[in-house]
């Protein structure tokens, strides 16, 4: 990779230590003719690329074989016994703050995140009862790390 890690964060959310890391900057623009290209797939990496790509003005063709954009991540509608409508969904998703780059791809349309809701916590519940969480960990390496095991109750030393 062609990066800068000692170029300083343009934006780090909360982690004052973070870098942005560019990679490869090539054309800010095609020039002459615009070439067509296919995406094929609609998920998180599709859209990406196809973003990327219409920005420097290339024609993209998404093809998506599934009635809905977002791979794994879609939802669609469901509609249960009693005619309400529901959203159906893979599973449940959590978008970390460390995920600069996707957020910085949804803010491209929804620039303050408001879609986003943010959690006081990422509770992983165990059938025994044991529940392990995040909120107390330090946010930065390797505290992170650290804490997460000293804090569990089912994977550190905690754990009884
Ligand atoms: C239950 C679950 C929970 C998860 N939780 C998290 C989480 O909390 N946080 C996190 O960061 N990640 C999570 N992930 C992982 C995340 O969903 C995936 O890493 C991400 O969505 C993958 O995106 P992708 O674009 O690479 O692939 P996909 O989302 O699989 O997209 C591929 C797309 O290509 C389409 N396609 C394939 N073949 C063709 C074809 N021949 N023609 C046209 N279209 C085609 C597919 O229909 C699909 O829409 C989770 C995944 C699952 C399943």
Same mark, same amino acid.
């Given at each position: 990779?062609?990066?800068?890690?000692?170029? #300083?964060?343009?934006?780090?959310?909360? %982690?004052?230590? /973070?870098?942005?890391?560019?990679? *490869?900057?090539?054309?800010? &623009?095609?020039?002459?003719?615009? *070439?067509?290209?296919?995406?094929?797939?609609?998920?998180? /990496?599709?859209?990406?690329?196809?973003?990327?790509?219409?920005?420097?003005?290339?024609?993209?063709?998404?093809?998506?074989?599934?009635?809905?954009?977002?791979?794994?991540?879609?939802? !669609?509608?469901?509609?249960?016994? %009693?005619?309400?409508?529901?959203?159906?969904?893979?599973?449940?998703?959590?978008?970390?703050?460390?995920?600069?780059?996707?957020?910085?791809?949804?803010? &491209?349309?929804?620039?303050?995140?408001? @879609? =986003?809701? $943010? =959690? #006081?916590?990422?509770? =992983?519940?165990?059938? $025994?009862? =044991?529940?392990? $969480?995040?909120?107390?960990? #330090?946010?930065? *390496? *390797? !505290?992170?790390?650290?804490?997460?095991?000293?804090?569990?109750?089912?994977?550190?030393?905690?754990? @009884?």
């Amino acid at each position: 990779m062609n990066g800068h890690a000692s170029a #300083p964060a343009s934006r780090h959310g909360r %982690d004052r230590r /973070a870098h942005v890391v560019h990679g *490869p900057q090539g054309a800010p &623009r095609v020039s002459g003719t615009a *070439p067509r290209v296919a995406v094929i797939g609609g998920g998180i /990496a599709g859209l990406a690329a196809a973003t990327a790509l219409a920005e420097r003005g290339v024609h993209v063709t998404v093809y998506e074989r599934e009635h809905q954009l977002g791979g794994r991540l879609r939802g !669609w509608p469901e509609e249960l016994a %009693d005619g309400s409508t529901i959203t159906m969904s893979r599973g449940f998703h959590a978008f970390f703050r460390q995920y600069y780059n996707l957020r910085g791809l949804l803010r &491209r349309t929804d620039p303050a995140l408001r @879609t =986003l809701r $943010g =959690l #006081p916590d990422y509770p =992983l519940r165990h059938s $025994g009862g =044991l529940q392990d $969480g995040f909120a107390r960990v #330090p946010r930065t *390496p *390797p !505290w992170s790390a650290l804490g997460f095991a000293a804090l569990s109750p089912t994977f550190g030393v905690g754990a @009884t």
